[in-house]
Antibody, heavy 124, light 112 residues
Framework: QVQLQESGPGLVKPSGTLSLTCAVSGGSISSSNWWSWIRQPPGKGLEWIGE???????NYNPSLKSRVTISVDKSKNQFSLKLSSVTAADTAVYYC?????????????????WGQGTLVTVSS | QSVLTQPPSVSGAPGQRVTISCTGSSSNIGAGYDVHWYQQLPGTAPKLLIY???NRPSGVPDRFSGSKSGTSASLAITGLQAEDEADYYC????????????FGTGTKVTVL
């Protein structure tokens, strides 16, 4: 059973960089899956941030692309999110998730395993 | 400003059937991209409910069913139970601009 666990600071200052890590257990990050970040502002809906394949290939939400970097660390079986120039609008619960299917599932696939989520607040 | 529109809320009595619509356009559902559905219980992460328009993962009760037609998709819950009270989201791919995975606006199901 694949398990994902997000970790990182719960408070980030405005204009700073949000950094989160997702540790994968029960499976290999080098498997034929994409790995993704999704966020949910308090009381609002879900927003896809981006995804990465173990080869390093990435796809990003065009609305966030200029501020987002997703990377993978195969030696630690984890992947990470960096979001720069944050504002209060970036306050949200951030989820990491696995996308079912192989390389062709990039962009169009669905999320079969999710982390529990971590709340990140942007405030001074 | 999601490109997939869902009704904000639907409700029904225990045992009844409710449906949730997910309305898109020619750049997402209408272009043939699959629709997937998630259930989010209060305070928890979303859970995959339906994938590939109408397929249920192992462990999901057959009370849940999905369909797609034209530029819309639907999730039906038959024999509504108290434990079904949750938020539901559709998800697909939109090919406009540079392309993106997109979620629906979300629907709160209330069991009366």
């Amino acid at each position: 059973q694949v398990q994902l666990q997000e970790s990182g600071p719960g408070l980030v200052k405005p204009s700073g960089t949000l950094s989160l890590t997702c540790a994968v257990s029960g499976g290999s990050i080098s498997s034929s899956n994409w790995w993704s970040w999704i966020r949910q502002p308090p009381g609002k809906g879900l927003e896809w941030i981006g995804e990465i394949y173990h080869s390093g290939s990435t796809n990003y939400n065009p609305s966030l692309k200029s501020r987002v970097t997703i990377s993978v660390d195969k030696s630690k079986n984890q992947f990470s999110l960096k979001l720069s120039s944050v504002t209060a609008a970036d306050t949200a619960v951030y989820y990491c998730a696995r996308i079912a299917g192989g390389y062709s599932s990039g962009w169009v696939g669905y999320f079969d395993y999710w982390g529990q989520g971590t709340l990140v607040t942007v405030s001074s | 400003q999601s490109v997939l529109t869902q009704p904000p809320s639907v409700s029904g009595a225990p045992g009844q059937r409710v449906t949730i619509s997910c309305t898109g356009s020619s750049s997402n559902i209408g272009a043939g991209y699959d629709v997937h559905w998630y259930q989010q219980l209060p305070g928890t992460a979303p859970k995959l409910l339906i994938y590939g328009n109408s397929n249920r993962p192992s462990g999901v009760p057959d009370r849940f069913s999905g369909s797609k037609s034209g530029t819309s998709a639907s999730l039906a819950i038959t024999g509504l139970q108290a434990e079904d009270e949750a938020d539901y989201y559709c998800q697909s791919y939109d090919s406009s601009l540079s392309g993106s995975k997109v979620f629906g606006t979300g629907t709160k199901v209330t069991v009366l």
